[in-house]
Structures are given as structure tokens and as C-alpha cells.
């Protein structure tokens, strides 16, 4: 007996024409540690840049660790106010209440930090560096245009780089909550690049800094998260799935991976609306950046980056998101 072969997207696109106008090209792009050359596809390989042009550094704020310690008579209210919670919530089925007064009190001590160290009696919270304090980007992904056909290319162009300062920025998309790397994209003509050793970043976060990678491209078809989509069309595509023995979600939809195009998964969030921060134009995701894996990456507490682009206009910064 063999198994009959999982279904594709184009196969329960068949079964569901309406879900035709939401099939969007993608490509996988399986990095696998590896020796990238100057021009294949590559994520964390060496860049290319046109000679004499000075290398592209973030300036964005940056966020710093700050500790403080606590004083010692300050040190004893907060023991004796932990041992209260703790002996009342012995006599009260566990709950950690606190009084009005001891609120009070580990407000005042805490003096807006995010935690306190119980060991060595230090709060910690971040900072924001001093200004023009410009950091070096670093290389993350290197994309040709025959691996990914369906980006939309600018004229002329045929190398895409992928360019990313490897620090938390807080304060990179107005309004919109995110925690994470800044991310520029480079559209490029090869032929006008050549080898470049980039300066170092000044600092960096280890999770950030990519292993050299060659990439795998597949080409596939991707179907959008079940926010995307009406919910009639949603149950029907998942009792197809199901009738496959298979999820609608990874099985049909939102591909799994380091990938281009297609449709961003909205797994830990419902969907979020990604605007353009410069036209208000709705954006399209462009790409997913995965943590784990041969690249050695974590973004978003070992989740993904999706970085998402105008289709009004390729300049506009890019719009990101942590899944
Ligand atoms: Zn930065
Ligand atoms: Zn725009």
C-alpha cells in the first residue's frame, strides 16, 4: 500500500476556487550551513557593495542595560514585605496579594525598573544609549532574483541584500509594538557590486549575528493564516485538510521557514494590520525570518521575523513583526 500524496495549496485550490486570488508564490529557502560564494543566494554570507560607497549603519536609538543597586535599609522592607505575602498566602489558598502600603513601598523601591535581582540586590532596566552612537549593520540575507522570480523587482535590479542591526530597537515603528532587530533592504544590480569586509557592529546581540549559510530554494504556492480569510472559506478549506488527514495551518497555509513571499503566519497574535508607516498603504510580508536551525538564530523569544514590504513604494521602511 502507498499512501496517497498530501495535498498541495494548488490542490485545494482546485477543490475551492475561492480561494484562488489568495495563492501566493513563495520560495523556501532551507539555509544549511555552508561555504556561500560571492554571488549564489546566501544567508549570513559575505556582502557585496559598490566599490567606494560607505557601508550602511543604523541610527536608530539604542537600548542599554542599566543596574542599580538597592539600598540596604530599602533591601529589609522588601524582605519583610516578601515574607508577609508569602506567610498570607500560605493562609489565603496561595494568592500573592499585596497591601496598599506594601504596593506603595515596592513602587517607590522599584523606581520604574522592569525586575529585581533577589541575589544580588540590584534592579535593572533599559536605557536608552546616548545618540550618535551609529552601529554597523550586518549581512543577513543575499537573495538573486532567479531564486525568488515573484519579489517585485525593481528595473534593472537582480540581487536583493538583506541588511539587519543586530540590537533591540523599541522605538522603529511609531506606534506599532516591536522588540527586535532593525531590518533595511537593498535592491541591487550584481554587476555594479563587488567583495566588501564591513566594518564590525560596535555592539551586537550573539542570537543576532547569523552562521554563513548556502540556501536550498523551493518554489510553492502559500495560502493566508485563517485570519486572512472569510470564515465560511476558512471551514471549508479545514475539512478538506482534515479529510487529508492534515492541518489547514503549515499543512496548506503559511508555510513553515526561512521564506519569501507568500503569507506570514499569525500563530501568537491575531492578525495584526500592517501599515505602511510612511503611506498607510496595507503591506505585504516579504520575509520570514526563522529562529533555530543551521543560521543559529533567535528572534522573538526563539519565534519569527516577518519583515513586510510597500508595494507602494520599495523606499519606505519595511514593516516587522514578531510572531
Ligand atoms: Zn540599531
Ligand atoms: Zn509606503
Not at 85 to 106: K, P, S
Not at 228 to 233: M, T
Not at 240 to 267: N, T, V
Request: one cysteine or more; charged letters at 25%; a negative charge.
Amino acid at each position: 500500500m502507498t499512501e496517497a500524496a498530501e495535498p498541495t495549496p494548488a490542490d485545494l485550490v482546485a477543490a475551492l476556487p475561492a480561494l484562488a486570488r489568495y495563492l501566493r508564490p513563495a520560495t523556501l529557502l532551507h539555509p544549511e550551513a555552508g561555504t556561500p560564494t560571492a554571488h549564489g543566494s546566501s544567508v549570513g554570507g559575505p556582502p557585496l557593495w559598490p566599490a567606494g560607497a560607505p557601508w550602511p549603519h543604523c541610527t536608530a536609538g539604542h537600548l542599554d542595560d542599566a543596574y542599580e543597586d538597592v539600598p540596604l535599609q530599602d533591601r529589609e522592607i522588601m524582605e519583610t514585605i516578601d515574607r508577609a505575602v508569602r506567610e498570607r498566602a500560605r493562609e489565603h489558598d496561595g494568592a500573592h496579594v499585596l497591601t496598599e502600603d506594601e504596593y506603595a513601598e515596592t513602587r517607590r523601591i522599584m523606581n520604574g525598573a522592569d525586575s529585581l535581582d533577589h541575589v544580588n540586590w540590584r534592579t535593572h532596566r533599559t536605557v536608552p544609549e546616548p545618540p550618535a552612537a551609529a552601529i554597523a549593520l550586518v549581512p543577513l540575507a543575499r537573495i538573486r532574483a532567479a531564486d525568488a522570480p515573484h519579489l517585485p523587482w525593481p528595473d534593472g535590479t537582480d540581487l536583493l541584500q538583506v541588511l539587519w542591526c543586530p540590537n533591540d530597537h523599541d522605538d522603529i515603528q511609531d506606534e506599532r509594538y516591536y522588540y527586535g532587530p532593525a531590518v533595511e533592504l537593498h535592491w541591487q544590480r550584481a554587476a555594479e557590486l563587488g567583495s566588501v569586509t564591513p566594518p564590525q557592529p560596535r555592539r551586537s546581540d550573539e542570537y543576532y549575528l547569523p552562521t554563513a549559510c548556502v540556501l536550498r530554494p523551493e518554489q510553492i504556492q502559500d495560502l493566508p493564516d485563517r485570519d486572512e480569510i472569510p470564515d465560511e472559506l476558512h471551514r471549508a478549506a479545514e475539512e478538506f485538510a482534515e479529510r487529508h488527514g492534515i492541518e489547514y495551518h503549515r499543512g496548506l497555509a503559511c508555510a513553515e521557514g526561512w521564506k519569501l513571499g507568500g503569507w506570514p503566519s499569525w500563530h501568537s497574535t491575531d492578525l495584526i494590520p500592517i501599515d505602511c508607516g510612511a503611506c498607510g498603504t496595507r503591506m505585504r510580508h516579504l520575509l520570514t525570518v526563522e529562529s533555530g536551525g543551521d543560521p543559529d538564530l533567535s528572534v522573538g523569544r526563539h519565534g519569527e521575523l516577518h519583515v513586510f514590504l510597500c508595494p507602494e513604494d520599495r523606499s519606505h521602511p519595511v514593516g516587522l513583526d514578531l510572531q
